[in-house]
Structures are given as C-alpha cells and as structure tokens.
C-alpha cells in the first residue's frame, strides 16, 4: 500500500512539475508522504530530485484529451472569455523564456490520477471505469464546459463555465447540484494548488438568481485564509459581465495524507 501510495506521489508530482512551481510540488510531497515516527514528512529528496528531472510529461502512452481547451460547442461569449484570460497568461517565448503572466490556465483530464501514474498502480486499486465526474460526458457542450485560471500572485481562480442542456434543473435552467459541483471542483482545485492534497470538509452555498442553461458564467474563487491543515476559499458565481450574482459559496478544505483515501 505504501508503495503504492509513494508511487503515486512520483506520479502527481510529475504530472504537476509542468504545471505549478517547484515549490508547490514540494508541498504536495509534503502531504503525500508518509509520515514517520518523528512527526516529520519522509522527504526522499534524491527521489523528488529525479521525478523533477525527468521528462515534463509524465504520461507513457497516447495523450490523454485537455478537456479545458476550446471546442465547437463554446459559445461566442465563452471564447471571448477564454481569450481574455489567455491573453494575461504567461506564454513561452523564443528561446523557450518565459515571458511574466499573472495568470495560468490549468489543463483538465478526465482521469488526472490514472494519467499521472501512467495508468499502472492505481488502476489496480480503484475501478478501471471512473471518470472524473465532470469530465465523462463526451458530447461536447451537454455538460460541465468549464476552464480555470489561477492567478499566483493574487491566490485567486477564475473559471468561465458553460452549462450544458443535461445539467437542467429547474425548467431552462441550471441544477442546483450542477452548480454545487462546478463551485467544489473550482473551489477544490484551488485549495489543491495552495495546499496540496485536500478534500472538501464543508461547502456552504447561498443560491441567489437562477442560471440560464446555456449561459457562460465566471466562478470566481478566494482564498480567505490556511489555518493549518484547513483551507478556507469563498466563492462567487457572476454573470459573464459580473453584473448578476447568481451563488455564493464559502468551502473549509482539509488537508489529507494520500493514504485517507485508501481507508489508512
Ligand atoms: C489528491 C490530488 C488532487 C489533484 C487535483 C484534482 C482536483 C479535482 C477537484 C475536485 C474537487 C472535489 C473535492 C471533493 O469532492 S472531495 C469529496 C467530498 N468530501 C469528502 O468526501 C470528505 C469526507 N470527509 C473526510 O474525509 C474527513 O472528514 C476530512 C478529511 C475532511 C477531515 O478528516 P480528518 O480526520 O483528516 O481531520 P479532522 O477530523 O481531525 O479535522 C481537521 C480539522 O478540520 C476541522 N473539520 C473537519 N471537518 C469539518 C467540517 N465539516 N466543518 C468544520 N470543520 C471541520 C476539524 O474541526 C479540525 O479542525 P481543528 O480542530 O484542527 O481546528
């Protein structure tokens, strides 16, 4: 089991090395090891040096699909937010620099942890079926359209979102679990980038005005303050302008040893 979770570890390090700082990995190593008897993180860092050394994408076999890229389903409005945030991301340049971007899109797979550890260990350990629940409708735009940006220097996310036709609730419009889903794995995403491994604790929500199905809307995520292993995020779901609140929501996120999801 320990290898196995250590395995894993190397894995979502590797896949994460690409895409967040250094320092943040180091972090997630923080939370995903094992701790000794001593209290202390077990830091193997001869191992944590060669996953960083290797090659940036950790994936052995065919690419999987970045569900957050855009799609003949976007909407004008969704494209044109996309680009937006695009826009004040950092890019590579000639040369391979990087040219300074406050903000960075976050890439989205439908089995980011399979994926991670090329598909060997934790096929074995969990069903070889799960998706990641708002990736695994495969018709484009009749689901969960959604990307996130983070912004490092202001610990802020933003994730423009458009629902699709098999997420109704009320007749014409969004589910109320629709919308408690996309506030959790936004909200949750960004507990994940400032504190490593977490899961939800508590999520409380306030629905304020309906969402049109088929609207494009902006989930603006806020870290409110880290209290130890509890990470505190607020919430607010706009209108495409910001002029409409449509959901507040505030989420209490703890951090968790990678072996709680494996019952240890
Ligand atoms: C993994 C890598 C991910 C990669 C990125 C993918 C992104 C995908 C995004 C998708 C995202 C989807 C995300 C999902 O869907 S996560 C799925 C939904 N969530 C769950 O299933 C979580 C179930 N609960 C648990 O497993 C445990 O209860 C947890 C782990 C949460 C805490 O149990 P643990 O035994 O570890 O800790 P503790 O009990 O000692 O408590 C510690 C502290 O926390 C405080 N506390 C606890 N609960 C509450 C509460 N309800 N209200 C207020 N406070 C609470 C507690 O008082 C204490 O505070 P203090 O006394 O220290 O001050």
């Not at 708002?134 to 735009?141: D, F, K, L, V």
Request: with cysteine; proline share 5%; glycine share 8%.
């Amino acid at each position: 089991m320990l290898r196995h979770g250590l395995q894993m570890a190397r894995g979502l390090c590797q896949l994460l090395s690409d895409k967040f700082s250094v320092g943040l990995h180091r972090n997630i190593m923080k939370h995903l090891l094992p701790i000794n008897a001593t209290g202390h993180a077990w830091s193997p860092l001869r191992n944590i040096r060669a996953v960083t050394q290797m090659a940036p994408w950790p994936f052995s076999s065919s690419q999987p699909r970045d569900y957050s890229l855009p799609n003949a389903s976007w909407s004008a409005e969704m494209q044109r937010l996309y680009d937006q945030y695009s826009s004040m991301c950092e890019v590579e340049t000639e040369g391979s620099e990087k040219k300074k971007g406050a903000w960075r899109r976050l890439p989205s797979y439908n089995r980011t942890l399979k994926y991670a550890t090329g598909g060997r260990c934790l096929s074995r350990m969990l069903q070889a079926k799960a998706r990641l629940f708002t990736r695994n409708i495969e018709e484009q735009g009749a689901g969960f359209e959604y990307v996130v940006f983070i912004n490092k220097e202001e610990k802020t996310c933003v994730c423009v979102f458009q629902a699709g036709h098999l997420l109704e609730g009320p007749p014409g419009h969004v589910h109320g679990g629709a919308i408690a889903t996309i506030i959790d794995s936004v909200t949750g995403t960004h507990a994940t980038y400032i504190s490593g491994p977490v899961m939800t604790a508590n999520l409380t929500i306030n629905y304020r005005s309906p969402i049109p199905l088929g609207s494009v809307v902006l989930v603006h995520s806020a870290l409110d303050k880290v209290e130890g292993r509890k990470t505190f995020i607020s919430c607010q779901v706009t209108s495409s302008d910001g002029a409409k609140l449509h959901t507040e929501a505030t989420g209490l996120f703890v951090s968790i040893n990678v072996s709680h999801l494996f019952g240890a």
